[in-house]
């Protein structure tokens, strides 16, 4: 994913604006947007992105996650 989908992706998950995205968020839009995805599937991705371990993942965590090229879809399977 390059950075404007990444971007575009924070401002969808970030349901409240707040600019960190807590796991609620994070498991809600898997489940409405990536139905396949198990809620332990989700709580591994969203600890893969919480790099710092506060239980909240902000837009540059996302990007340094999941920027590099393809890396959000390797790991999907």
Do not use: P
């Given at each position: 994913?390059n950075?404007?989908?990444?971007e575009?992706?924070?401002k969808?998950?970030d349901?409240n604006?707040?600019?960190r995205?807590?796991l609620?968020?994070?498991?809600?839009?898997m489940k409405?947007?990536?139905?396949?995805?198990s809620?332990?599937?989700a709580?591994?991705?969203?600890?893969?992105?919480?790099l710092?371990?506060?239980?909240?993942i902000?837009?540059?965590?996302?990007k340094?996650?999941?920027?590099?090229?393809?890396?959000?879809?390797?790991?999907?399977?």
């Amino acid at each position: 994913m390059n950075t404007s989908d990444l971007e575009q992706l924070f401002k969808e998950i970030d349901t409240n604006h707040s600019g960190r995205v807590n796991l609620r968020e994070f498991k809600l839009y898997m489940k409405n947007h990536e139905g396949v995805f198990s809620e332990k599937a989700a709580e591994k991705y969203f600890d893969q992105a919480d790099l710092n371990d506060d239980h909240l993942i902000t837009l540059e965590e996302l990007k340094s996650a999941f920027g590099s090229k393809d890396k959000l879809s390797d790991n999907r399977s």
